[in-house]
């Protein structure tokens, strides 16, 4: 089996101008990360992955010099760029990671190889590794159901391809206890990164060449203040990483039936949408626990009693939005009979009672998402845009109101009666509140 390891860079950096160039210890960045790499026992080829634009010349220079082969794609599609640098060389399987890691670890590269020859993974990860030490294993297969699925062009962030479809099979492969440091910044994206990473190589390759991770984890260990350098950098990219990591998916199911789990305000008000985006076709399994009224005759939808009626119906997606305390159950019911749940805030009144769920999922390898729908609001995602553009400075603190008076949320109905005024449905402060809960975190 031929692995090559693919090393996505450009030169277009604008928050720290041709990094992957940029002197350190004596020798490039993208230099260090390579020499890196041979030392990975199961590598059989290193690719410069970067893309056709003429900003990106020097690397071409850069990888004739230093003996390795340059591939040359599409300057916005990664992920097109990936699977053609991959067949560029015949590759069997393909590693990758950014030009921004100079302390790649060879090691955990080599076991990701390995577990995937065992188990044929489709996307492998060590994330529990320092950021900067991990490595990416993708099946090439896998990236090519990628292109096939996706709908648009800038795949600078792709992972959620892979985490948020049914199609993949993800690893988290175990990191050794000593190496768990995922908080860790040994990344090169701002000024104060780079800085970091110049000490670390000064004090632990004084005479050049490359430190091993645990000498670098020792030293971080001794200094903390040097840690301490960028780790403000990790929201700043976090936040530009949360708005780039949009995934664009071409339609995969005609969506002709709905069930709805749970017909108060909130279902009634999923059932409008649902109609809106053209599903007419609607079932609604009456409710038990808590507050119940009769359905308004207008919404023109099926009511029934039981879950055979439910199945009967042969519904495409469902719609959870019954008192919280009844969420995993009625999940772990419907995930075998539809291709797509959506689950009204929280999933569980605690998170112990999460593993069945979780388990239910992975298993019919079902699409499930939570309405955590604040964070999609179009002012909620322009402010994070232009947070993440730095043009307003840093964030010096955050301060978020929000609160009920029950009696006037909803008047038409006791307010005593209903879940989110009773612990034992799921309700309370906490729960009832987590939109702004999750929305300020």
């Not at 988290?172 to 701002?190: A, I, N």
Request: charged share 25%; glycine share 6%; net charge neutral.
């Amino acid at each position: 089996m031929k692995t090559a390891y693919l090393i996505t860079v450009r030169l277009k950096s604008t928050r720290l101008p041709g990094k992957a160039l940029l002197d350190l210890n004596g020798r490039p960045v993208l230099a260090h990360l390579i020499s890196r790499l041979r030392r990975a026992g199961r590598v059989n080829e290193i690719v410069i992955s970067t893309s056709t634009d003429p900003q990106d010349e020097p690397l071409v220079a850069f990888a004739e010099r230093e003996g390795v082969t340059c591939f040359r794609g599409d300057p916005d599609d990664v992920i097109v760029r990936l699977a053609e640098a991959g067949r560029s060389v015949n590759a069997d399987y393909l590693l990758n990671i950014t030009a921004d890691c100079p302390l790649v670890d060879p090691v955990y590269a080599d076991r990701i190889v390995e577990h995937y020859q065992r188990t044929g993974a489709d996307l492998i990860r060590t994330l529990d590794l320092p950021h900067g030490a991990f490595s990416y294993g993708i099946a090439p297969a896998a990236l090519d159901r990628v292109i096939a699925i996706k709908a648009g062009s800038q795949t600078e962030v792709w992972g959620r391809y892979f985490t948020d479809t049914d199609l993949f099979t993800v690893v988290d492969l175990e990191v050794e206890p000593q190496h768990r440091r995922p908080g860790l910044r040994l990344t090169l994206d701002y000024p104060e990164d780079f800085e970091v990473l110049r000490r670390v190589f000064a004090a632990t390759a004084p005479h050049g060449g490359d430190p091993p991770l645990d000498a670098v984890l020792a030293f971080l260990d001794a200094h903390p203040e040097v840690g301490a350098i960028n780790q403000k950098c990790a929201d700043r990219y976090r936040r530009r990483w949360t708005t780039q990591s949009e995934v664009a998916l071409k339609p995969r199911y005609d969506v002709r039936r709905a069930a709805v789990i749970g017909c108060g305000s909130i279902g009634q008000r999923h059932v409008r949408n649902l109609r809106t985006l053209g599903v007419t076709d609607i079932v609604a399994l009456k409710g038990h626990p808590g507050h119940t009224r009769p359905l308004d005759p207008a919404l023109g939808i099926a009511e029934v009693d039981d879950w055979n009626a439910v199945r009967s119906f042969s519904p495409d997606i469902a719609i959870i939005a019954n008192p919280s305390s009844l969420h995993v159950t009625t999940a772990c019911a419907l995930l075998p009979m539809v291709r797509g749940v959506f689950i009204e805030k929280p999933v569980a009144v605690t998170s112990s009672e999460l593993a069945p769920m979780l388990e239910a999922v992975a298993r019919h390898r079902t699409n499930t998402f939570v309405g955590h729908v604040l964070t999609s609001h179009p002012i909620v995602k322009l402010m994070r845009e232009r947070l993440a553009s730095g043009e307003l400075g840093e964030p010096l603190v955050l301060q978020a109101q929000a609160g009920q008076y029950l009696p006037d949320w909803h008047p038409q109905e006791d307010y005593r009666r209903v879940y989110y005024s009773r612990a034992a449905l799921g309700g309370g402060v906490l729960r009832s509140l987590v939109h702004e809960l999750h929305l300020a975190i």
